[in-house]
């Protein structure tokens, strides 16, 4: 009987030597696994996320060779201090990795709370935005002389309807939309791409799984859910000069779940 597919292990190669990087949302999950990779690889990164503890924590789980910064991802002010800070630090930016998210609503979309859904929108889609345009326009970064690229998170719902995640898939929709838009716009200079994961087993989306894993599992045609470090792996492609040729793609990771008719 052939053996399931396991998480992806870490790459051997130093992608990244003597790269910067900005990872949102990354005190824990996905954005910590994504930092946790990139670092692997030789870059030096630069965390956020809304509080400071998890983020020791984090700082910790990296071997303290990173650095970190609490805030709001929808905080201008906070957003001013990271790239100052990475200014300082680093010298410059080539990568950035918008994972920040939040989805604290979950229900239909025809009754749903619409001052959720616009906080939700300020932080998934704006937020976004916001980080790509406050890079871009920071001299001091030099994140289009030296060819940055950028990963933005999406997900799985925001192309196919998820029961119960209506306003974090539009959401997600959007953000999907915005990194082929801005790819175009901002090609040739920067390369700008994104990751759709369906469910990965984090404290994020653990109420889409815990207590039947086994059940979702069995959905999926590679018959598990996704790892952090499934996540990680993608972005660290995407980010990558093994992606040069790579720019306005959203990268589906789902274990075959779309194809065999899963999130509707």
Known sequence: MPQKSTPATPHPAQRFTGKSAIVTGASRGIGLAIA???THEGARVLIT???QEPLDAAL???GGTALAIAGRADDPDHRAEVLAAAEHHFGGLDILVNNAGINPV???LATA???AARKIFEVNVFGTLAWMQAVLAHPGLQFRERRGTVVNVSSASGDVPAPGLGLYGVSKAAVSHLTRTLSMELAP???VNAVAPAVVKTRFASALYEGREAEVSASYPLERLGEPDDVAAAVAYLASADAAW???QVLTLDGGLRNAGGLG
Request: net charge positive; charged share 35%.
């Open 36 to 38: 946790q990779r990139l």
């Open 49 to 51: 996320a809304r509080r």
């Open 60 to 62: 910790a789980a990296l």
């Open 106 to 108: 979950y229900g239909p």
């Open 113 to 115: 709370d619409l001052d």
């Open 189 to 191: 200079d920067i390369r």
């Open 246 to 248: 790579v720019t306005g």
